[in-house]
């Protein structure tokens, strides 16, 4: 069974340009998180989605940061006019469910931003 | 808002001793503590949860639970090399199953 992807790798961009990520879950899971992850800091939840229907998006860091899920299988994150604060690892995870039973979140390995 | 700290920031042992990392965290209520592994360029991979007060152990893993104390502990026994990584420990709460990460713990075996 493929896991979690995630596009691209890596991204290098300028003050003021925008960024898209792209993430692939695991088939079938219908939660799907991502986390922004500074450099030796843990994981920090921005949004969470069931299907295609956002759950929480308060921590979103502003009004730059926006996510979708349209079809509630692939989903985009992306950052317009991005700033050097931005500079993170950016993780997608999914998970089959909610509840207890289903707390396992399996994580890509990310994409890794640098805004110069 | 959940509060998670980890200690220590780093650790070094040698190949075959037992590592001991520590978690504190600020909510009783929460439903269950996850200890993820994360390598270099890797995303987290979970290695263990717990629920209850006590101990449960998977393979040369243990973890510690004390909700009283709001202190949860992971020991590694027999650590290897390939145990080298970031140990992330992590609170679940509410209906969607949220984690709220620590900062990690850098752990080296040195063989």
């Known amino acids: 069974e493929a896991g979690v992807t995630q596009s691209p790798r890596y991204a290098v961009l300028q003050e003021g340009q925008a960024v898209s990520f792209w993430c692939d879950p695991i088939s079938g899971h219908d939660t799907l998180y991502w986390y922004q992850q500074p450099r030796d800091q843990g994981p920090q939840l921005l949004v969470y989605f069931r299907d295609e229907a956002v759950i929480d998006n308060s921590q979103l860091p502003s009004d730059r940061f926006s996510a979708v899920r349209p079809k509630g299988t692939n989903s985009t994150l992306k950052i317009q006019s991005a700033k050097q604060g931005d500079t993170a690892t950016y993780l997608c995870?999914?998970?089959?469910?909610?509840?207890?039973?289903?707390?396992?979140?399996?994580f890509g390995p990310g994409t890794r931003l640098t805004v110069l | 808002q959940e509060k998670v700290q980890q200690s220590p920031e780093s650790l070094i042992v040698p190949e075959g001793a037992m590592s001991s990392l520590n978690c504190t965290f600020s909510?009783?209520?929460?439903?269950s503590i996850w200890w993820y592994q994360q390598h270099p360029g890797k995303g987290p991979e979970a290695l263990i949860?717990?629920?209850?007060?006590g101990n449960k152990k998977e393979g040369r893993l243990t973890v510690y639970l004390n909700r009283a104390s709001l202190h949860v502990s992971l020991h590694i026994r027999d650590s290897q090399p390939s145990d080298s990584a970031v140990y992330l420990c992590a609170l679940l709460s509410g209906s969607f199953n949220k984690l709220t990460f620590g900062a990690g713990t850098r752990l080296a075996v040195c063989p």
């Open positions: 909510n009783s209520a929460s439903q």
């Open positions: 995870a999914s998970s089959p469910g909610l509840g207890p039973n289903y707390a396992e979140q399996f």
């Open positions: 949860s717990i629920f209850s007060n």
